[in-house]
């Protein structure tokens, strides 16, 4: 049970239950509502792409923590899992099995001929997020932007996935249904980029002093504390603007549960982070910090489940 326990604990099983989770919402409560006449074979791609995703992105945690070992010791040194309790040998093995496992499974519900972007999407995956445990994470911004990326595509290899490569490249901008489900997408995704390259910012003043003895070259360490704060602020307030927009562009509609779950849920937790980041200066500070914007990345992904009583 420990094994599997410390299993767990490597490939981030909350995370890939959050992947999970914003891929079904999007699926059922948005895709479904608009595509009414969208048959089983649908829903048989749908399972195999978020399938093929999971493991994927497990596969990039495994790495993630493979190529960690010296930062997370500093860092977390309760925590560290690759070394301590599974070999190193076996994480290698693990990694390999479902990089293979996601790729091969997303071949049997889409043909490579009308399908290749998402076949190009899973490789360009795996790669970033390779390259991000080898390079980029250490690297200014690199890192950060890479697993904006990442997590935002999460959502949005769903959208494409329901289109074969002519349809992408050859949209049919006359159908409302099409273009209500590129907006949602959109949104949404560029929601999940902005709040990660907050989360991520959060996350590497919390991990300064790992980091920086091991040459990493974070936002924090190369331009200190208070610009962080700064770059920090500034997504918040976009994003807070942003979300008490859309507020006021409902209102007509008569959208109140929306807007009051919107303003509890969402926004309250991100205007508590930008109040809150001014006076935080240790790792357990940036630490608590980072869990409200998960809160509001949480809650913001169920909000997809209003779409399927509003469309």
């Keep these: 049970m420990k094994t599997i326990a410390h299993f767990l604990r490597l490939v ?42 999971l493991f994927i992105a497990a596969a990039g945690y495994i790495i993630n923590d493979y190529f960690d070992i010296n930062i997370d010791q500093v860092n977390k040194p309760t925590k560290v899992v690759v070394g301590s309790f599974i070999s ?83 949209p049919n901008i006359h159908d409302a249904a099409n273009f209500r489900f590129a907006k949602i997408m959109v949104m949404y995704s560029v929601f999940a980029f902005i709040l990660t390259l907050v989360r991520e910012a959060l996350k590497d003043m919390e991990d300064m002093e790992g980091d920086q003895k091991f040459g990493c070259k974070t936002v924090p360490i190369v331009w200190g504390l208070q610009p962080t704060k700064v770059y920090i602020s500034v997504w918040l307030v976009v994003v807070i603007g942003c979300l008490a927009f859309i507020q006021l562009y409902v209102i007509p509609f008569g959208w109140w549960y929306c807007i009051i779950y919107c303003l509890v849920g969402i926004i309250t937790p991100l205007v508590l982070v930008l109040v809150k980041l001014k006076s935080a200066y240790l790792s357990q500070d940036f630490k608590q910090l980072s869990k409200y914007v998960k809160i509001a990345m949480f809650t913001g992904i169920l909000s997809m489940a209003f779409f399927y009583f509003l469309l």
């Design 88 to 170: 190193r040998r076996w994480v290698i093995f693990w990694h390999l099995l479902f990089s293979v496992l996601g790729i091969y499974i997303s071949t049997i519900a889409f043909p490579f001929q009308t399908y290749w972007h998402i076949h190009l999407s899973n490789l360009l995956t795996i790669l970033l997020l390779w390259f991000y445990s080898t390079n980029f994470k250490k690297e200014f911004l690199i890192g950060n932007v890479v697993i904006s990326v990442l997590t935002a595509w999460s959502i949005a290899v769903v959208y494409f996935s329901k289109y074969t490569i002519q349809e992408i490249t050859h």
């Design 12 to 53: 981030r099983w909350p995370n890939l239950v959050f992947i999970l989770l914003a891929e079904i919402l999007f699926h059922f409560c948005i895709y479904k509502p608009l595509y009414p006449q969208a048959g089983a074979d649908v829903d048989a791609r749908f399972y195999l792409i978020a399938l093929t995703y």
